[in-house]
């Protein structure tokens, strides 16, 4: 088996970040515990999405080990945890390895009532341990280094009664056995081993004994060919307890260490790797021990947790740019820890790939912790905010909407038009955003055509679309936006249409199409969410103040009659815009407003809009101030019917099938008419028949559009 990038276990628990955006704000999450607590154990990664613990101390510092396993799986931001088959020999202070893709393998450690020996193989597939030999000493604190070939160099350490020693020997996996080798030049313990981005194993640090022991500044590999210890280089001084990362460039990042115990002196010195030449590099604002790092994004590392020289358990996450060499304070860890560790995983949310660090379990005083959390950058929806209701943004209106001065009006006090808004290009949406505006609704009027809640109809909505900017729905009960295809829409319905499954005439609701034209129907597939504790909404010419707020997983629907939004009258998990519409390779789609009247009417005018995202939106640039008509579908006339009624589609280019089924499908009438006719509104037999809802189905054999249809007596 073939070595490849490893986390040793004396790594500490860290996370990292670089933030170029005020929009994105770094924080440390709770992701539930572990099912042991543990401290000084070993966390490696299996996978991209997926870490085995292992080991450590469970009753307290320097107590009883344990030789308990469990998996953390990424799912989304958070974290699952689930059992390992535990190793043979309870042990902590050890090290550990992920051989080929395939395998762990432990050395040694402080186990029960003396140091383990053992050599011990987890195969990830099976989820079973195996002893695959032993080592010629028991050792805690040790290094091992990997040579190639499934050979594996050990060296110092202490013994389990903390004697330091430096007996060094070669472990070969593949038989099992282990032999002595040149004694390392100096006793050692508190080193780290690893590999060089040149390829070279390295052992770097450490210190001769106890406290204020000497330190060692000499970088060392082992030459098998000569069975001798050789320096490679120097760190600019002797440390004991540092802590290092691999970039996934195969470069090394080493943070700080101890210089002494007693009157405690610690580093805040970071010194980089490359290439096997290792210079300073910069420092970070703290100085801790046992704590750890790890790389988040590229030359990007964070340093958390561990403690300081006057012993304070440190809940600080520093943040070192690699490249730049500047460190800067991180956001403040919800557990102080140290004696932790921590795991670089992947994870995707709303189908997007992210890396992310989990800090685990630990110490925050003298007992084991099980607690664990990790980093997450979650995006301030709000930055970036541009008014998109100046001209000079460039709107698109349609239909009966126009420009009043400062504010566009949707509809006018007229029957049966629709009106639509629209962004003069495309908005990215793959990391959220937020939409706060304004709409007044005015002069409502019922047309003799009550439904038991204030007079007018029918609303306004805010629409997500990629249809294009030119998109229109019917008019009526859709709210403006109903047969638009892919698109989403946040309706706030001032009318109560029974034939859609309206619960009021005063209601919030979330609807889509599912990928094909969107529909106002209040039933699956179209309905995402839906709620009628809202203020009421009344034409009475004052202002309503409403929010809509995106992040790929959640949408929260705000409407408040006051500049205080308060809660979101609406929220709906598990949100994907992506997942509902397709968004293209830009990510991205047009937003906007829409609104209709119907046989009643109100006027609705938006009277401000602004729009934020976790970065700049951008959008292309179109011509605007352009009014168009807006698309006729499927209209009947008046809605809901009772003694007559006309029926008109302009979409259909050939003869034409006019079909009228019950609710329960069955046919109750059907004809066949030409698109002229249709153009111009042919009439229904309304007479013939009884009050009830029923759905009209037109088709020319190339296209065909539907809506539903309601008699009351």
Request: proline share 5%; charged share 15%; hydrophobic share 35%.
């Amino acid at each position: 088996m073939m070595f490849r990038h490893i986390l040793l276990a004396s790594l500490c628990s860290v996370v990292l970040s670089p933030l170029n955006s005020n929009a994105q704000q770094p924080k440390w999450k709770s992701v539930g515990s572990l099912n042991t607590r543990r401290a000084s154990f070993v966390v490696l990664p299996i996978s991209s999405t997926s870490a085995i613990v292992m080991g450590g101390w469970r009753d307290g510092l320097f107590g009883t080990p344990t030789n308990t396993c469990e998996i953390l799986t990424t799912n989304g931001p958070n974290v699952v945890v689930s059992a390992a088959a535990n190793m043979s020999e309870a042990r902590a202070e050890f090290q550990g390895y992920v051989v080929g893709d395939t395998a762990v393998v432990v050395f040694s450690g402080f186990g029960d009532r003396k140091n383990a020996t053992s050599v011990e193989v987890y195969t990830i597939k099976t989820n079973t341990w195996k002893t695959v030999g032993h080592l010629k000493v028991g050792r805690r604190q040790h290094v091992v280094i990997p040579l190639g070939n499934d050979k594996f160099a050990i060296a110092g350490g202490r013994t389990y009664t903390t004697i330091p020693i430096s007996s060094a020997e070669l472990f070969d996996l593949r038989t099992g056995l282990s032999k002595f080798i040149a004694d390392y030049p100096v006793n050692i313990n508190g080193a780290i081993g690893t590999v060089a981005s040149n390829g070279i194993p390295v052992v770097m640090g450490g210190r001769a004994n106890n406290e204020d022991s000497e330190r060692f500044p000499e970088i060392r590999t082992y030459n098998a060919t000569t069975d001798a210890w050789e320096t490679v280089g120097r760190l600019p001084s002797g440390r004991e307890a540092l802590t290092y990362t691999k970039l996934r460039d195969g470069r090394l990042v080493i943070i700080g260490g101890s210089l002494k115990e007693f009157k405690p002196l610690f580093l805040k010195e970071v010194v980089a790797e490359s290439n096997g030449k290792f210079t300073p590099a910069g420092t970070i604002p703290v100085a801790p021990i046992y704590c750890g790092v790890a790389e988040y994004t590229d030359d990007i590392v964070v340093v958390a947790g561990g403690f300081d020289a006057s012993g304070q358990t440190l809940d600080i996450a520093s943040f070192f740019n690699v490249e730049t060499g500047e460190g800067t304070t991180g956001p403040r860890m919800i557990t102080p820890r140290k004696y932790t560790r921590a795991v670089g995983l992947e994870y995707r949310e709303g189908g997007i790939s992210k890396r992310t660090v989990i800090a685990i379990a630990g110490s925050s005083g003298s007992e084991p912790i099980a607690s664990m959390e990790m980093l997450v950058v979650e995006c301030n929806s709000s930055a970036n905010s541009q008014d998109l209701l100046a001209a000079s943004t460039g709107n698109v209106l349609l239909g009966n909407a126009k420009r009043v001065g400062s504010i566009v009006r949707l509809t006018d006090t007229l029957a049966y038009v629709t009106g639509a808004l629209w962004t003069g290009g495309r908005v990215k949406l793959e990391k959220g955003f937020s939409t706060d505006f304004t709409f007044v609704i005015s002069h409502g009027d019922d047309n003799a055509q009550m439904d038991g809640s204030s007079p007018g109809a029918d609303g306004v909505s805010f629409v997500i679309q990629t249809a294009g900017q030119y998109q229109a729905g019917s008019d009526g009960q859709g709210v403006g936006y109903d047969d638009m295809p892919n698109c989403i829409a946040v309706e706030f319905d001032s009318y109560f249409n029974f034939a859609y499954s309206d619960p009021n005439g005063s209601h919030c609701a979330v609807q889509t199409g599912r990928d094909k034209r969107c529909k106002g129907y209040h039933t699956a597939p179209y309905l995402l969410g839906i709620t009628s504790n809202i203020p009421e909404l009344k034409a009475d010419g004052k202002p309503y103040y409403a929010r809509v707020e995106y992040v790929p997983g959640k949408l929260k629907v705000y409407l408040s009659r006051t500049t205080q939004l308060g809660q979101p009258v609406l929220e709906i998990d598990s949100f994907y815009v992506d997942q509902i519409i397709p968004l293209g390779p830009s990510q991205s789609a047009w937003i906007g407003f829409t609104s209709a009247t119907g046989h009643s009417w109100e006027q609705h005018d938006i009277t401000s809009w602004t729009v934020g995202g976790c970065e700049p939106l951008v959008m292309t640039s179109v011509d605007y101030g352009q009014t168009l008509e807006s698309p006729q579908l499927l209209k009947v006339i008046p809605s809901p019917s009772s003694d007559v009624a006309m029926l008109s589609c302009s979409s259909m280019q050939g003869d034409a099938s006019v079909t009228i089924t019950s609710s329960s499908g069955v046919v109750v009438y059907s004809t066949i008419t030409t698109p002229e006719a249709l153009r111009e509104g042919i009439s229904l037999p309304v007479s013939k028949f009884s009050a009830g809802m029923y759905i009209i189905f037109v088709s020319d054999g190339t296209s065909s559009t539907n809506r539903p249809w309601a008699i009351v007596r």
